[in-house]
């Protein structure tokens, strides 16, 4: 899948042409800032399709059906919660504590028309909100993953992460504070990388 572009894509996925103009738009304005603000590694901007927009599609599938509230942790340049918003999740609420990031954030969202509410604060500082899942990609182990994300969720609502390699570690590392269900999806863009998703989430 590699030298994905905005037409593959689409035929992975299967979004509407709308919904791939937004996201095209999305693509043009992470290309306009990157070389003011270090948005996402450089590397990876050649792969944008697949590094950002496909790996965060890929969790759309997986959502609870009837899910209507969404809160995406370290949001950082939107990638998954952003994208989640323009394919369809009618509520999504961006965490990220970096003020040049979340004005970012909030012009992607002005142009795409994605119905995101962004919170420039740290996560652990963001109350009030009763989401239904909660997703985070590449920001930190599963221990405050989960500490972060159960006030949003308590023990009723989902996880979704996108994790790498040392997941078992995480898992082990983590049984011993939580009980959860946690069920695991091969990632479609990474194949070192897995897909976790927790219901049932609690303390021990």
């Excluded at 989640?84 to 012009?107: M, N, T, W, Y």
């Excluded at 972060?148 to 898992?171: M, N, S, T, V, Y």
């Amino acid at each position: 899948m590699s030298g994905l572009d905005a037409a593959a894509f689409q035929e992975a996925t299967g979004v509407s042409r709308e919904t791939l103009d937004r996201l095209i738009a999305y693509e043009a304005l992470l290309r306009k800032w990157q070389p003011k603000i270090n948005l996402v590694g450089p590397s990876t901007l050649p792969e944008a399709w697949k590094r950002h927009f496909l790996d965060s599609a890929q969790l759309h599938p997986l959502l609870p059906e009837g899910t209507r509230v969404l809160v995406d942790l370290g949001s950082g340049a939107g990638f998954p919660g952003l994208v989640l918003a323009i394919l369809g999740v009618p509520q999504v609420h961006l965490i990220e504590s970096d003020v040049r990031k979340c004005a970012f954030l909030r012009e992607v969202a002005r142009v795409c028309e994605a119905p995101v509410t962004v919170h420039t604060k740290r996560i652990e500082t963001v109350t009030g909100i009763a989401a239904d899942v909660v997703t985070a990609r590449a920001l930190a182990p599963l221990a405050d993953l989960f500490a972060w994300a159960h006030p949003f969720i308590g023990a009723r609502g989902k996880c979704l992460f996108l994790k790498g390699a040392a997941l078992d570690d995480e898992l082990t590392a983590v049984t011993q504070y939580w009980t959860m269900e946690p069920e695991r999806f091969d990632s479609r863009t990474d194949s070192s990388g897995t897909i976790l998703r927790v219901s049932n989430l609690e303390r021990a």
